[in-house]
């Protein structure tokens, strides 16, 4: 039963990264592939850490750099879009950081 869910959350984690290389012109749907992306990892971190017996401190560790990778990818949006109007990721090339 936990090989069939990770073989599943492996196929979602593939279709996320699908969805990150085909929506690339939106940094809010790149932003939210990337955070289902996470999601998966934390899927599979989880079902290979209860196959091992091991501790799940690291699961909360991870939760907390997905969190902070979300805050900075929402910031740096909100940051592009009240410069320049919108959210298109042609528009990072032109920006001066």
Do not use: A, P, Q
């Not at 984690?13 to 929506?23: Q, T, V």
């Not at 990337?34 to 290979?48: G, P, R």
Request: glycine residues 4%; proline residues 0%.
């Amino acid at each position: 039963m936990i090989w069939m869910n990770l073989n599943l959350s492996f196929f979602s984690f593939l279709i996320s990264c699908f969805m990150f290389s085909f929506f690339y012109k939106h940094i809010l749907l790149t932003l939210i592939s990337l955070e289902f992306m996470m999601i998966n990892m934390l899927m599979n971190l989880y079902m290979i850490l209860i196959n091992v017996n091991m501790n799940f401190f690291f699961i909360t560790m991870f939760i907390n750099i997905v969190i902070c990778e979300g805050i900075l990818g929402l910031s740096i949006m909100v940051y592009m879009i009240r410069n320049s109007g919108n959210d298109y990721m042609n528009l990072l090339n032109l920006m001066k950081w």
